[in-house]
């Protein structure tokens, strides 16, 4: 089974670009969520999805943060403009949904490094 | 809000060191208590979980017990090795109705790295 895919690696663009970021849950899993790790603090979290909608945005940090998961499958993180304290990896995650009572583990993505100049 | 605090690091040890890593936690109610790994190149992975008071996670030789009446996770493990080598988080969820949120807080990130 294919893990967490996350596209792309690392960015580096200047102040006042777009970025999108992309991430690929492992298939079959409805809750999809977006973190963020600044400057080698903690991560915090940005939004959660389940499938197509948005379950939780309350971590996103202003509009200039877009997030969109079309057809509940992939996901996209826009940024635009960037800025400088947008620096950071950004971490995917997602997980099945299952009964209550039942702990459902996420599984993360190798994050993409985003550099703005 | 909820909060979680690790231990400063960056944590430099000798293999078969016995290690130790401090989580507290700040939280209402009764969240679900994780430490994560991430090894260098990849992404986060559950180590272990605890659910409730007084429960102890363990994997790959590593324990912590969810103690309620100190709001602690702490992450031990007796003989360390090099390939323990990674960056630890101390996570919580809250739980809501039996179900969990899924939604996790992170401490900020304890490197620990293992000399042979």
């Known amino acids: 089974e294919a893990g967490v895919t996350q596209f792309p690696s690392h960015s580096v663009i200047e102040k006042g670009q777009t970025v999108t970021l992309r991430c690929d849950p492992i298939?079959?899993?409805?809750?999809l969520y977006w973190y963020r790790r600044v400057m080698g603090k903690e991560i915090k979290f940005l939004l959660h999805f389940v499938k197509e909608s948005k379950q939780d945005e309350s971590g996103m940090p202003n509009n200039r943060f877009l997030a969109e998961r079309t057809g509940g499958t992939y996901s996209t993180l826009k940024v635009q403009p960037a800025e400088l304290e947008d620096s950071g990896v950004y971490f995917c995650?997602?997980?099945?949904?299952?009964?209550?009572?039942?702990?459902?583990?996420?599984?993360f993505g190798p994050g993409t490094r985003l550099t703005v100049l | 809000g909820d909060s979680v605090t690790q231990m400063e690091g960056p944590v430099t040890l000798s293999e078969e060191a016995f290690l130790t890593i401090n989580c507290t936690y700040t939280a209402t109610g009764y969240p679900s208590l994780f430490w994560y790994v991430q090894y260098p190149g990849e992404g986060l992975q559950l180590l272990l979980k605890a659910t409730k008071a007084d429960d102890k996670g363990s994997n790959k030789g590593f324990e912590a017990t969810y103690r309620k009446e100190t709001t602690s996770f702490h992450l031990e493990k007796g003989s360390v090795q090099v390939s323990d080598s990674a960056v630890y988080f101390c996570a919580l969820s809250q739980n809501a109705g039996g179900t969990s949120y899924g939604k996790l807080t992170f401490g900020q990130g304890t490197i620990l790295t293992v000399h042979p």
């Open positions: 995650a997602s997980s099945r949904s299952t009964g209550a009572g039942s702990y459902n583990e996420q599984f």
């Open positions: 298939s079959g899993h409805d809750n």
